[in-house]
């Protein structure tokens, strides 16, 4: 069945750069887009961007400016940075297989804490 | 920008009954583009209806989705413990490519 495991730093100061990343198995990564969504703690979700086997990448106009996302075909890995975070940055982040046009499967998500 | 307006923020039922949630949108959205999740607390969402009506794989059939235009719903016909959880509307569109509503909580009365 599909699975999407990820990882990354879980505690960051003001400033540096979240780094996440999502190992997919299960399905091919070719042929659909991958994203990051994340949700801040008690409150709803935000599409961050995706990015397809090509290297194809869209953004959320609201991140684009801090926010790289690639991936690693030979690994089936898809990954995401974050600069110069703050603490609005807060959240749990979820990689997700999509858009199709919605999101059928999410991996259990990373809580990152943004504090000095 | 597209945004989905989802009500009422929260929804306080007995085991049993039904629940009707409302997903309005801004601008007029293309049907096939409308999905609904389920979130429970402390878990990742969970697809339960894509294209508007059709449900996901495994989704028992007292979940059903209608609707088209700006005016989507999604109906719960009998509330089973499980069902108590945050529910999310999501939109495929162009800019932004994706916008998700602000959910609404269901929750045992």
């Known amino acids: 069945q599909v699975q999407l495991q990820q990882w990354g730093a879980g505690l960051l100061r003001p400033s540096e750069t979240l780094s996440l990343t999502c190992n997919v198995s299960?399905?091919?990564?070719?042929?659909?887009?991958w994203s990051w969504i994340r949700q801040p703690p008690g409150k709803g979700l935000e599409w961050i961007g995706d990015?397809?086997?090509?290297?194809?990448?869209n953004y959320n106009s609201s991140l684009k400016s801090r926010v790289t996302i690639s991936a690693d075909t030979s690994k089936n890995e898809f990954s995401l940075k974050v600069r110069s975070v703050t603490a609005a940055d807060t959240a749990v982040y979820y990689c997700?297989?999509?858009?199709?046009?919605?999101?059928?499967?999410w991996g259990p998500g990373n809580l990152v804490t943004v504090s000095s | 920008e597209i945004v989905l307006t989802q009500s009422p923020g929260t929804l306080s039922l007995s085991p049993g009954q039904r629940a009707t949630l409302s997903c309005r949108a801004s601008?007029?959205?293309?049907?096939?583009?409308l999905a609904w999740y389920q979130q429970r607390p402390g878990q990742a969402p969970r697809l339960l209806i894509y294209?508007?009506?059709t449900r996901a794989t495994g989704i028992p059939d007292r979940f059903s989705g209608s609707g088209y235009g700006t005016d989507f719903t999604l109906t719960i016909s009998r509330l089973e413990p499980e069902d108590y959880a945050v529910y999310y509307c999501?939109?495929?569109?162009?800019?932004?490519?994706?916008?998700f509503g602000q959910g609404t909580k269901v929750e045992i009365k």
């Open positions: 997700a297989k999509g858009p199709g046009w919605e999101f059928d499967h």
């Open positions: 299960g399905v091919s990564f070719s042929g659909f887009y």
């Open positions: 990015i397809n086997h090509s290297g194809n990448t």
């Open positions: 601008q007029s959205v293309n049907s096939a583009y």
């Open positions: 294209g508007a009506s």
């Open positions: 999501q939109q495929y569109g162009s800019s932004p490519r994706v916008t």
